[in-house]
């Protein structure tokens, strides 16, 4: 049977269930086993070393309550989840993946050892008739065998019912993906549209430093009055080879990344002035104040 975490990926799930609440490690273990329906268990030897190598590169950190240590995450493991959220979101599906594995293992194994029993039960039917024949002790046997056919029958029915539940739970789990994905897609398009739109009301400095920046040229000293318009249609393409990922935050920061540096380098290029610095401010103190409304309060 291949491994049910592969490399790297029950660190990262560790993250994950610490991230939702402290826990300690029987903790840890006994969710792990819930996660895979009592199909698999960690073992504390597999658990607790990477509890304290999380620790030791601080992912994690710990407490003392009532003589056990209570593992928490902390902002540098956050950091990281957030970092790999594709890679748990892939996770999640092969957990699901490996709940189906198990159990059609376990159901083939149950249909071996059925028919182990069926054959034994034969062979001491058929030894105990040719010692005494036809008499009790050969009804019993094949009482046992009917019971041992009805014991493979329900368990067969449990092995079926857990595989199809792990496949419904797989289905469900790439349709939330998918949703989550499309969603992520849609908000850094959402955010593109917005940054535009700023640089389109801008004008000024920001207008002409984006027209010289997306379309060259050199910005002139006197915007005409339809500057901000024809810097607005220049930049209708600006940004497009970004493709968003899953990731909002990590699109965000690359969107502002490129801004800052392609407004930076038009200024280098060309020159700015210090009245066009000011003006500069202005536009970007308004720019702040209209992304921090459509972002929300802070939680």
Do not use: C, N
């Amino acid at each position: 049977m291949p491994p049910v975490f592969a490399h790297g990926r029950l660190r990262l799930y560790l993250l994950k269930l610490l991230d939702e609440a402290p826990r300690h490690g029987y903790e840890v273990i006994r969710l792990l086993e819930e996660r895979f329906q009592g199909l698999y268990a960690p073992s504390a030897g597999t658990v607790y070393p990477r509890l304290s190598k999380l620790e030791a590169e601080g992912l994690v950190t710990h407490a003392t309550e009532g003589g056990r240590k209570v593992y928490s995450i902390t902002e540098a493991g956050r950091a990281e989840l957030a970092d790999r959220s594709g890679e748990l979101a892939d996770l999640e599906l092969e957990i699901r993946d490996s709940v189906t594995e198990l159990a059609a293992e376990i159901r083939s194994d149950v249909r071996g050892a059925a028919g182990d029993l069926r054959r034994e039960l034969r062979a001491a039917a058929s030894a105990s008739a040719t010692r005494v024949g036809e008499d009790d002790s050969w009804k019993a046997a094949k009482e046992e065998l009917r019971k041992a056919r009805q014991e493979w029958k329900e368990q067969a029915r449990r092995a079926k019912d857990e595989s199809r539940r792990a496949r419904e739970e797989a289905q469900t789990a790439r349709r939330q993906a998918k949703e989550a994905q499309d969603r992520a897609r849609e908000e850094v398009q959402r955010i593109a549209g917005q940054l535009q739109e700023q640089f389109a009301k801008s004008g000024g400095v920001l207008g002409s430093l984006a027209g010289a920046w997306l379309g060259g040229g050199t910005p002139p000293t006197a915007p005409p009055a339809d500057a901000a318009e024809a810097g607005a249609d220049r930049a209708s393409g600006w940004a497009v080879d970004l493709a968003p990922t899953v990731d909002p935050a990590r699109d965000l920061d690359r969107l502002l990344d490129r801004f800052r540096d392609d407004v930076r380098d038009a200024a280098r290029d060309r020159g700015v002035s210090a009245a066009q610095v000011a003006e500069a401010r202005d536009h970007l103190a308004a720019a702040a104040a209209r992304l921090a409304t459509t972002f929300g309060p802070r939680p």
